[in-house]
């Protein structure tokens, strides 16, 4: 079966521009996350969504970063006004339920470089 | 703080040499869940394994095993007979009852040479 998909893979970005990321979870995932990995660094959360409704996004750094999932399932990330700092990948994962006992499963990541 | 604490930085062996990667973890809470991700060079993050936090027995799986230790606050993983496939990163991480999220480790690279 399809695993997460994230979409673009790479996208490079001027600073001050807005960026888009899409994740596909896996169908049928009830909760979605997303983490911010840093060059030679594990994952970092941002934020948590169970259905359409955002519970957590703690991990968000600031307030140029905005996520959404409005129909529970496909998931948008969105920065705005790039900074280099933002250079990262950026992850996806997907869990069928709800709780901290489940595994996540992951997207390939979109890699966002700022220039 | 720091929840996970994966200290070796990177682990590089002959193939077939057996390789253990150490994970301190700490948290407050009394249910907790541990978790191994692997991340090849391809990027994505692919599950290995879960334990609670009330099960302690070790587990193995193929030339994986997983050493629980409540006492010290470790989770260990071993592979045996290593193969130039397993090269990757490999990532502890932890969740705790109520909280969703998974708190990562800095993660081991392990380079198996031919």
């Known amino acids: 079966g399809a695993g997460v998909s994230q979409s673009p893979r790479y996208k490079v970005a001027k600073r001050g521009q807005d960026v888009a990321l899409r994740c596909d979870p896996i169908?049928?995932?009830?909760?979605l996350f997303w983490y911010q990995q840093a060059l030679g660094q594990g994952p970092e959360f941002l934020t948590y969504?169970?259905?359409?409704?955002?519970?957590?996004k703690s991990g968000l750094p600031s307030d140029r970063f905005f996520a959404e999932r409005p129909e529970g399932s496909v998931s948008t990330l969105k920065i705005q006004r790039t900074q280099q700092e933002d250079s990262a990948v950026y992850l996806c994962?997907?869990?069928?339920?709800?709780?901290?006992?489940?595994?996540?499963?992951f997207g390939p990541g979109t890699r966002l470089t700022v220039t | 703080a720091q929840k996970v604490t994966q200290a070796q930085t990177e682990i590089s062996v002959v193939e077939k040499e057996d390789v253990t990667l150490d994970c301190v973890y700490e948290?407050?809470?009394?249910?907790?869940?541990l978790f191994w991700y692997k991340q090849p060079p391809s990027g994505e993050l692919v599950f290995l394994i879960r334990?609670?936090?009330?099960?302690?027995q070790n587990e193995i799986s193929g030339r994986y095993s997983w050493n629980f230790q409540k006492s010290t606050s470790s989770f260990n993983f071993t592979i045996t007979a290593s193969q130039v496939v397993d090269s990757a990163v490999y990532f502890c991480?932890?969740?705790?009852?109520?909280?969703?999220?998974?708190?990562f480790g800095a993660g081991t690279t392990v380079t198996v040479r031919a």
């Open positions: 969504f169970q259905n359409e409704a955002q519970l957590d």
């Open positions: 994962a997907s869990s069928h339920h709800q709780g901290p006992s489940y595994e996540q499963y």
């Open positions: 991480a932890l969740s705790e009852e109520n909280d969703y999220k998974l708190s």
């Open positions: 169908s049928g995932h009830v909760s």
């Open positions: 334990r609670n936090s009330f099960d302690e």
């Open positions: 948290t407050r809470d009394t249910t907790y869940y």
